[in-house]
């Protein structure tokens, strides 16, 4: 018990500290137009606000927690080694079918000059840049650039390349194709801004999906944005496996019976039917990256 207590005592003390900083976790100061548009878009993704740098003085702690139906992946926690197949690159695996899931997360860290691999045969992949620049390449000659808050989806057996010149933050999908009749996939490139928003009905959030709902498409990836002190009306459990990255803000996640303060920069891993429930706390958006299966029997 008394150990209990030191753990929670050393958590709040963290969260504390960082709130005193012009950044802080649970409380934000008041944002001028000009401050906000001085900021790099998702720049708390790389630069979280409770940082690894804050933990250095407390050997053997991490917020991160792994769990049989879910998992908290935080950034003090990420391991990052040369990327099989790419160039110049650094990745950091964060959600792998080892825990249960079956399809692959990761992070991309591309440095000057650098390019991807192909994923095996029969891998769908979907790219989202977070920071930095890439250049998008395939058979055709042709070419596209991806900038912040961009994504390309590659389909299976799709020749392509990304390019990278100066430097640059991939978070990548990928997974086995399901395929389902004569059905196929297509290259989609695009960005959130140009997503429409859909109607939630009974819910406050607001929401984008970056892929087409049509059944050829077996994930999709949607963007959801809320308030300081919107929630998620539905108290989910479902069939469906989620990968989530906190692009921006910071709230409380519930995962089973365990309720997690959450920031810009960390990943969950959602197991089918654990329980789960979102709230947006501070006062900025609080915005997330979520995976989720669609258009396939669970059998």
């Known amino acids: ?18 709130s005193k900083s012009d950044d802080g976790f649970c409380s934000a100061p008041s944002i001028t137009e000009s401050d906000e548009n001085s900021k790099p878009i998702y720049g708390k993704v790389t630069n979280p606000t409770l940082s690894p740098s804050h933990l250095q003085d ?23 080694s040369p990327l099989p197949d790419w160039t110049n690159t650094l ?34 992949r979907l790219v989202f840049v977070v920071e930095g620049a890439v250049t998008l390449t395939n058979t055709s000659s042709s070419s596209r650039k991806l900038t912040v808050d961009s994504y390309a989806y590659l389909p299976p057996n799709f020749y392509h390349s990304l ?7 991939l978070v990548v999908f990928e997974r086995r194709y399901d395929h389902l009749g004569s059905h196929t996939t297509e290259l989609i490139v695009g960005s959130t801004d140009k ?17 087409p709902v049509s059944l050829a498409y077996d994930f999709n990836i949607h963007i959801m944005d809320f308030q300081p ?19 921006e803000g910071q709230g409380i996640y519930r995962l089973g019976d365990n309720w997690y303060p959450v920031q810009a920069g960390d990943v969950i891993w959602m197991a089918p039917f654990v329980p789960q429930w ?22």
């Open 278 to 299: 979102y709230a947006a706390l501070g006062k900025t958006r609080s915005r997330y990256l979520l995976y989720k299966d669609v258009n396939r029997n669970p059998l």
């Open 91 to 124: 990745g950091a695996y964060l959600i792998t079918p080892a825990m249960g899931s079956h399809f692959v997360m990761y992070f991309a860290k591309m440095k000057e000059m650098s390019s991807s691999g192909l994923p095996p045969q029969d891998i769908e």
């Open 58 to 80: 407390l050997p053997g702690f991490t917020r991160s927690v792994y769990k049989q139906d879910h998992a908290l992946i935080t950034p003090e926690s990420h391991v990052y």
């Open 229 to 247: 002190g919107e929630f998620l009306n539905v108290k989910e459990v479902h069939y469906n496996q989620h990968g989530l990255l906190l692009l």
């Open 163 to 169: 390019d990278c010149v100066e430097s640059a933050t």
């Open 195 to 211: 997503q429409p928003l859909l109607e939630t009905p009974g819910e406050v959030f607001e929401l984008r999906k970056l892929l």
């Open 1 to 18: 018990m008394r150990s209990l207590h030191l753990i929670v005592f050393i958590t709040i003390s963290l969260f504390v500290k960082a």
